[in-house]
């Protein structure tokens, strides 16, 4: 699988639509943090109890939502998992 990930990858890159991205580790190495009246709270695992995972993140130069849809077909684990589009903020605007 990792060798689709490194043809998407490069796909994005001859594009020029590839800003950064990362896979993550596992949710066992997860620590969640809150600040609760004042005090910071520290707890083992994920924020959320799910049995979906987010593995990985790209973000992407992509003019518009339909290109970002066409590029998310093309993520190996879309083929048996579910890949989420979301816009960044926008802070300048």
């Known amino acids: ?5 490194f043809a998407f990858n490069e796909t994005l ?7 950064s991205g990362e896979g993550l580790q596992d949710i066992d190495t997860a620590t969640s943090v809150r600040i609760c009246s004042g005090k910071t709270e520290t707890m ?13 993140f790209y973000v992407m130069d992509i003019p518009n939502l ?7 077909t093309m993520i190996p684990s879309a083929a048996y998992g579910t890949v ?10």
């Open 66 to 72: 339909d290109s970002a849809l066409r590029y998310a």
């Open 13 to 19: 890159k001859a594009a020029g639509a590839y800003v």
């Open 84 to 93: 989420e589009v979301r816009p960044l903020m926008d802070y300048n605007s």
């Open 1 to 5: 699988m990792m060798q689709g990930y």
């Open 44 to 56: 083992d695992g994920p924020f959320a109890e799910t049995k979906e995972r987010l593995g990985g």
